[in-house]
Every structure is written in structure tokens, then in C-alpha cells.
């Protein structure tokens, strides 16, 4: 692979792409075996899924942590990983990642940012990820306003009359969790059968049955407008004929769109548009270059965030050995170990 300019490129030991949990705690893990990375995200925060589709629900399989929210959960994240001073990059997406004839690393970000690495960890989670639009006539006007993809503030939408659509765990979710604050609800979804949990699709019928949230299969048409001004959704059920729904704010869960973006062309192996790994490491086909997170796979992966966490801490050490090949990297316990207390400033 020819070589790239690297005048003017960022030195660096280690670049993260992406900060979602998995990224974060690698910051920490990196930062405890003295190591300083970069870490690069598309969104203009850190949080990935967490922060993006699900910051106001808890999560009770932290470690330790019985509930927390996510957005919280982000928040411990970085006031954890805060010692070691990490450059985060927002707003801009790693779209090159080059080999060079060293063994290093090219990167180059949407924004120009550029880097010579010497490691480089793909936590990208489900690449950069798009939701699936309504496709509603008319609704181009109303994106990100009226017709949104997540629940960014939940309490904003109390007192008003929604339109959820969906059928999945989010969608059941968020009709759970505004029954009784919202004015009214009304929930679509193109066929009498849920894939969310069961139980969540039973405590939703029982809701419907009575008389709490308004229940109709179908498809969302076209909106309903006067002009500039939002004035609902005009529903095509599944017989042809239509309702349409007085609705303030409709809230849109069909789904992600997993979009892996540049990280296809990188030259990684993929299984399934995750990208493979050893599990002693988390390293991928090019020594150098690790994944940890939702977009790795290897046997036995569950997409979870206690698995990514685990896997920095490996990729961490390989990473660390790799700097210093002559050095044994050797396990210290952050209660004793003096120079890790002097990284983590509490010594
Ligand atoms: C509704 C919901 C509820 C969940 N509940 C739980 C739960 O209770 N417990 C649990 O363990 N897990 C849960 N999960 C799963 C959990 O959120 C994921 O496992 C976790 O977010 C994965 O973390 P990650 O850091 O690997 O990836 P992500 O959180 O997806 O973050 C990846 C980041 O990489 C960025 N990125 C991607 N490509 C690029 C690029 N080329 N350049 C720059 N940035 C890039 C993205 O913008 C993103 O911010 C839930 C998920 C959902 C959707």
C-alpha cells in the first residue's frame, strides 16, 4: 500500500474510532498502562448508542452500578477516563484508514483531521448509524422537529398527543412510558403482531383495551400540514382506507439502518458486517489495528456493554506490548500499584 503525506498529521499512540461506552472505557484502560490516545466520533458527543437512542432509560446490567441511566452511564464514562486527558475529535468521521509500509496507520477524518497512529481501535459499534426514515409524504419539512427518531427529552413531550410508530422493544417502550403523562397516544404499526418483548406487546394490549392508547395497524401516508404548521399524520390502514391522527409530535422507532460506512473498505475480514477478532487481544487480520465493542465478532460474542468493556482492557495490554515489545506488560491492581494511582492523579 503506497504511503501517505504525513506532514502536518497528528502523532499518536493509539486512535479510538468512536466513543461509545466500548471507546470510552478504552481511553481508561489505555490511559492506566500509561498510553494517551485520540478518540474520534461522527456525533458531536461522546455516548454512541447510549446517548443517541436511549439516554433517559436505565440499564441494571452495569457491574456493580444495580440501575443507571445511560446517558449517565456516559457521563461515569468519561469523568472516569478524565485523568488521562484524552483528545476527543467530534463531529467528524474517520473516513480513511490506511496501512503504510511500517506497520503504522493513515487516518483522515470528514473534517480533514489527520493522524499517523501507531494502534488503531475500531469501536464504532454499528457503524454510523442512520435511523429508518417515516417515508410519509410531506414529511421532509418536519424532520428533527415534529417527526423525530429518538426520545432526546422525555419529559418535553408529556402533555402532548403522540403518534409512535413502530413495533419493536423502543417503540412498546416509549408507549409504556408516556401512557398516562402524554394527552393521548396512538400507536401504529403495520401489523397486529409485536417484536418486542412479549410481555412489553401484553402491557401495551391491555393499555389499548383500555382505552388509554389508540391502536391502528398500518402505514404512515402523508402528514398533515396548513403551510408551515404541523398538524398531524394521515394513516393508510391495512384495508386501503385511512385515519388520520391530530398528533403534536410523532416519534419514530422502525429501527436502525446499520450503515458501516468506510470501515468496509479498510481492508478488515467481515463476517456479517462485524469485523472479526482473536480473542486474546481483540485484534483484527492487520496486526495494529483492534475492535472492540458491537462491531467486532468472534465465537460467542454477545452484543453487550460489559463485553466491550472486557475487551479493551485486552486490547489495552496487546496495545501496550506492542509500544514496548521488549517490556513485559505486567497486571497491576489499581488499589496498589503506585504508578497507576500517580496516572490516575490520586496518588
Ligand atoms: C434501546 C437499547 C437498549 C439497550 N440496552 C442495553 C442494556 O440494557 N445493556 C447492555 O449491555 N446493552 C444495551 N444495549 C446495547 C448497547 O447500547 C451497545 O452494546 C453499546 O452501545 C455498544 O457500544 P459501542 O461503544 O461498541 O458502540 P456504540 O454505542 O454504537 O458507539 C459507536 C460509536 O462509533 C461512532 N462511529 C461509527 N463509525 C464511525 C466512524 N467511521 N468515524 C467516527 N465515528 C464512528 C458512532 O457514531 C458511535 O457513536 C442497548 C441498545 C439499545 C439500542
Known amino acids: 500500500m503506497s504511503d501517505a503525506n504525513l506532514d502536518g498529521a497528528i502523532a499518536a499512540d493509539a486512535v479510538i474510532v468512536g466513543a461509545g461506552p466500548a471507546g470510552l472505557f478504552q481511553v481508561f484502560e489505555?490511559?492506566?498502562?500509561?498510553?494517551?490516545?485520540?478518540?474520534?466520533?461522527?456525533?458531536?458527543?461522546?455516548?454512541?448508542?447510549?446517548?443517541?437512542?436511549?439516554?433517559?432509560?436505565?440499564?441494571?446490567?452495569?457491574?456493580?452500578?444495580?440501575?443507571?441511566g445511560a446517558q449517565e452511564l456516559v457521563d461515569r464514562l468519561v469523568q472516569q477516563a478524565k485523568p488521562f486527558a484524552a483528545n476527543y475529535h467530534f463531529g467528524q468521521e474517520v473516513s480513511v484508514l490506511k496501512v503504510l509500509t511500517d506497520g503504522t496507520f493513515y487516518l483522515e477524518t470528514s473534517t480533514g483531521t489527520r493522524f499517523h497512529a501507531k494502534n488503531v481501535v475500531v469501536a464504532a459499534g454499528v457503524g454510523s448509524f442512520q435511523p429508518r426514515r417515516l417515508g410519509a409524504a410531506g414529511s421532509d419539512l418536519f424532520e428533527g422537529k415534529q417527526i423525530q427518531y429518538k426520545v432526546q427529552n422525555a419529559a418535553a413531550h408529556h402533555g402532548k398527543h403522540l403518534a409512535i410508530f413502530g413495533g419493536g422493544d423502543s417503540a412498546l417502550d416509549w408507549v409504556m412510558d408516556f401512557a398516562g403523562k402524554a394527552k393521548s397516544i396512538s400507536?401504529?404499526?403495520?401489523?397486529?403482531?409485536?417484536?418486542?418483548?412479549?410481555?412489553?406487546?401484553?402491557?401495551?394490549?391491555?393499555?389499548?383495551?383500555?382505552?388509554?392508547?389508540?391502536?391502528?395497524?398500518?402505514?404512515?401516508?402523508?402528514?398533515?400540514?396548513?403551510?408551515?404548521?404541523?398538524?398531524?399524520?394521515?394513516?393508510?390502514?391495512?384495508?386501503?382506507?385511512?385515519?388520520?391522527?391530530?398528533?403534536?409530535?410523532?416519534?419514530?422507532?422502525?429501527?436502525?439502518?446499520?450503515?458501516?460506512?468506510?470501515?468496509?473498505?479498510?481492508?478488515?475480514?467481515?463476517?456479517?458486517?462485524?469485523?472479526?477478532?482473536?480473542?486474546?487481544?481483540?485484534?483484527?487480520?492487520?496486526?495494529?489495528?483492534?475492535?472492540?465493542?458491537?462491531?467486532?465478532?468472534?465465537?460467542?460474542?454477545?452484543?453487550?456493554?460489559?463485553?466491550?468493556?472486557?475487551?479493551?482492557?485486552?486490547?489495552?495490554?496487546?496495545?501496550?506490548?506492542?509500544?514496548?515489545?521488549?517490556?513485559?506488560?505486567?497486571?497491576?491492581?489499581?488499589?496498589?500499584?503506585?504508578?497507576?494511582?500517580?496516572?490516575?492523579?490520586?496518588?
Request: glycine fraction near 10%.
Open 30 to 68: 489505555l490511559g492506566l498502562l500509561g498510553i494517551k490516545s485520540h478518540i474520534v466520533d461522527s456525533l458531536q458527543g461522546p455516548g454512541g448508542q447510549c446517548t443517541e437512542l436511549y439516554p433517559d432509560k436505565p440499564i441494571y446490567d452495569i457491574p456493580a452500578l444495580p440501575i443507571v
Open 187 to 347: 400507536l401504529i404499526h403495520r401489523r397486529a403482531e409485536f417484536r418486542g418483548a412479549p410481555a412489553s406487546a401484553a402491557k401495551v394490549m391491555e393499555l389499548v383495551q383500555a382505552g388509554k392508547v389508540r391502536f391502528i395497524e398500518g402505514i404512515a401516508e402523508s402528514v398533515i400540514a396548513e403551510g408551515d404548521a404541523f398538524k398531524g399524520v394521515r394513516i393508510k390502514r391495512n384495508d386501503n382506507s385511512t385515519a388520520d391522527i391530530d398528533a403534536e409530535q410523532l416519534l419514530v422507532f422502525y429501527g436502525l439502518h446499520p450503515k458501516l460506512g468506510p470501515i468496509a473498505d479498510w481492508g478488515l475480514g467481515l463476517d456479517k458486517r462485524a469485523v472479526t477478532v482473536d480473542t486474546e487481544k481483540f485484534q483484527s487480520n492487520i496486526p495494529g489495528i483492534f475492535a472492540i465493542g458491537d462491531i467486532n465478532t468472534y465465537p460467542g460474542k454477545k452484543k453487550l456493554i460489559l463485553s466491550g468493556f472486557h475487551e479493551a482492557a485486552l486490547a489495552a495490554f496487546a496495545i501496550a506490548g506492542r509500544l514496548n515489545p521488549t517490556k513485559k506488560v505486567h497486571l497491576q491492581y489499581t488499589t496498589t500499584s503506585p504508578i497507576m494511582q500517580k496516572r490516575l492523579g490520586v496518588a
